[in-house]
């Protein structure tokens, strides 16, 4: 029984592995759970089980961490970044950004300096924890089984 | 006063695994393997650098009970347990060596940062390794 769970957390572990090195390029769930062999409809909630919240949600905060990164050590715009870290649509990416860290990404750049530290540091330790869960906000939707950014985002 | 780091652990579900992945893949060296019953101390280490050894610990008897190996394992295996992070003097090279090895759970190909470059894997039970070769200039850091 246990040497299952050790498995199944493995292949969970690879998929999120997976998510923070692809999350710049156009993620569908289908293909995240082939990395961990399991079907579509077992991997989230196996996926949340194991590590506390979806995929999807994972996905989305490995994305809006590495924008914050993009926001404090680049000159790129809004735009831009938006679109590097996997977003394709500015409204999505301005909702969720917001949703999760609190602050527009102007106003959160407009307060940020450079962080000089090593890039392995900052993928860990800067990946933003929920605002509105910070703030004991309840129901905040992370029930999505869709990779779908667009629908995916319930503002708060 | 404590003058160096001498040994420390790393978790692993299998050690006979466990040495061929950080010997045969990685390219360290056997430091010791002693057996005392069902207990072996078993450590790593890198090559030239005797004074600092990685023991490669299987959670069980008789230090852990059953019940708490358990526990252990499901933690290794989520990736929720230590870490280790080594200097290289080559990482792209040693990429492409550990890619011919047949290790393919890279976390990062080699990415260059203003400190260096530096690449992250993991090791057959899920706990993240990083290598860095440090750049020749890296004031911030040191």
């Known amino acids: 029984m246990?040497?299952?769970?050790?498995?199944?957390?493995?292949?969970?572990?690879?998929?999120?592995?997976?998510?923070?090195?692809?999350?710049?390029?156009?993620?569908?769930?289908?293909?995240?759970?082939?990395?961990?062999?399991?079907?579509?409809?077992?991997?989230?909630?196996?996926?949340?089980?194991?590590?506390?919240?979806?995929?999807?949600?994972?996905?989305?905060?490995?994305?809006?961490e590495r924008s914050m990164f993009l926001l404090r050590e680049t000159d790129r715009s809004v735009t831009d970044i938006c679109l590097d870290v996997g977003f394709n649509s500015l409204g999505t990416f301005s909702r969720t950004f917001r949703?999760?860290?609190?602050?527009?990404?102007?106003?959160?750049?407009?307060?940020?300096?450079?962080?000089?530290a090593p890039n392995c540091f900052q993928m860990t330790a800067t990946r933003p924890v929920v605002a509105a869960q910070v703030a004991g906000a309840a129901g905040v939707a992370t029930q999505s089984s869709s990779f779908g950014e667009a629908g995916a985002v319930v503002a708060p | 006063?404590?003058?160096?780091?001498?040994?420390?652990?790393?978790?692993?579900?299998?050690?006979?695994?466990?040495?061929d992945f950080y010997v045969n893949k990685l390219g360290l060296e056997v430091g010791r393997d002693i057996k005392q019953g069902s207990f072996r101390w078993l450590t790593v280490r890198?090559?030239?650098?005797?004074?600092?050894?990685?023991f490669l610990e299987e959670p069980g008897p008789p230090v852990h009970d059953e019940a708490t190996a358990a526990q252990l394992r499901e933690l290794i295996t989520k990736g929720a347990m230590g870490s280790l992070v080594f200097l290289a003097d080559d990482v792209r090279g040693l990429y492409e060596t550990l890619k011919a090895r047949g290790v393919a759970d890279f976390t990062q190909e080699p990415t260059e940062h203003f400190y260096g470059i530096d690449m992250g894997?993991?090791?057959?039970?899920g706990n993240a390794i990083r290598i860095l070769q440090p750049a020749k200039v890296a004031p911030a850091l040191q």
């Not at chain 1, 090195?21 to 293909?31: G, N, V």
């Not at chain 1, 949703?99 to 000089?116: F, K, L």
């Not at chain 2, 894997?121 to 039970?125: G, I, K, L, Q």
Request: include cysteine.
């Open chain 1, 2 to 64: 246990s040497r299952k769970v050790e498995d199944l957390n493995r292949r969970l572990l690879r998929a999120r592995d997976a998510m923070d090195r692809a999350y710049a390029e156009p993620l569908d769930i289908r293909a995240v759970a082939a990395v961990a062999c399991v079907s579509e409809a077992h991997f989230s909630r196996a996926f949340r089980a194991v590590f506390g919240e979806t995929p999807h949600r994972y996905l989305q905060r490995r994305r809006v």
């Open chain 1, 99 to 116: 949703q999760i860290v609190g602050e527009t990404p102007s106003d959160y750049r407009g307060g940020h300096a450079p962080m000089v």
């Open chain 2, 1 to 19: 006063m404590i003058t160096k780091l001498n040994v420390t652990s790393v978790k692993v579900l299998n050690q006979d695994e466990a040495l």
């Open chain 2, 46 to 54: 890198v090559p030239g650098d005797p004074g600092i050894e990685i």
């Open chain 2, 121 to 125: 894997v993991r090791d057959p039970f």
